[in-house]
């Protein structure tokens, strides 16, 4: 188990040294962002500091080394936009994502597993159908096409919640369901599947007739016996509630590390969207590597698979 768990921590390592590498050169292939953070009219001395201060006026090698040297030494930079530095800026937004991400997620598993054992035990039933159809329709609608329709029936015609901010705990509940409608699809069709497969197994047969109650076959023998998987898909979802969270707080105006990093990238605070790039791949790997390690400890097979 020590060495499946070591892998799997390099590999997760690997990955996020990875990404952090493309996006350093996806950032500067937009241009030197010295002219978005200048202001008109600016010396050409100031403007030759901030390339210096920024390495930007070194070879992209050089760059990429010094990025490195910063990134273990913990300086992340500063971010001239918002006159922060950008560890304080994530510090600030990072709290407000996860207000919104973590209920999210717990809403999207607990309204998930729900529906789907529904529409298990009402197999091909009216009810069935419902939920499947339901299901996909939130599982390909966007999150920022679902929002906005949340907005114009609930905010501007019946006015029952706010359309932007975080002030009261109304700002919660648009955002909320619309960052978990696409996880809650995706767990309710899994664990639909799972425990419609499960109920066809013989000990389900043998437990109703030993007199097990009915309620019990599907909780004890059938949904437990299920969870494997939808526990795997809810850790998965992580990675979707943080990515969808980025549109999700552009559209309700939430004060969070989404809406924080699409403003840097559309001004070309490379050194804010580097950061927040690296926490959210960061963070579904973690997630990630958990997976795997509950997988490696419950079942030896998938431990003899990376031998």
């Known amino acids: 188990m020590t060495g499946f768990a070591i892998k799997r921590i390099l590999k997760g390592i690997f990955t996020v040294w990875c990404i952090w590498t493309i996006v350093f050169f996806l950032v500067r292939l937009t241009g030197d962002p010295t002219d978005w953070l200048v202001e008109d009219g600016a010396s050409t001395t100031y403007v030759e500091q901030l390339r210096q201060q920024l ?7 050089i760059q990429y080394i010094e990025s490195l040297k910063d990134l273990l030494t913990g300086n992340l930079g500063y971010s001239r936009q918002y006159k ?24 999207g598993a607990v309204f998930g597993v729900a529906l789907g054992t529904v529409a298990a035990i009402k197999h091909d039933s009216f009810a069935d159908k419902t939920v499947r159809v339901v299901t996909v329709v939130f599982h390909t609608l966007p999150n920022f096409c679902l929002g906005i329709i949340m907005i114009l029936f ?130 579904v790997t973690i997630a990630h590597i958990l997976i795997d390690l509950s997988h490696g400890w419950l079942d030896p097979r998938v431990r003899e698979q990376v031998k």
């Open 154 to 283: 609930f905010s501007l015609t019946l006015r029952w919640f706010p359309s932007a901010g975080s002030a009261t705990w109304k700002s919660y509940i648009m955002p909320m369901l619309t960052l978990a409608s696409g996880p809650t699809a995706t767990i309710a069709r899994l664990t639909r599947n799972s425990l419609v497969n499960t109920m066809t197994n013989e000990y389900i047969d043998g437990a109703r007739m030993k007199g097990v109650s009915e309620i019990n076959v599907i909780i004890r023998h059938g949904l437990r016996n299920s969870l494997s998987p939808v526990v795997t898909r809810i850790g998965m979802q992580i990675g979707t509630i943080i990515g969808g969270s980025a549109v999700v707080e552009n559209v309700f105006s939430w004060p969070g590390m989404g809406q924080l990093l699409v403003t840097a990238a559309k001004n070309r605070d490379f050194q804010v969207v580097q950061l927040g790039v690296l926490i959210i791949a960061t963070t």
């Open 55 to 61: 390495h930007v006026d070194e070879p992209l090698h």
């Open 84 to 107: 922060k530095d950008v560890i304080l800026l994530y510090k600030e937004r990072l709290p407000q994502t996860l207000k919104l991400a973590l209920p999210s997620l717990l809403l």
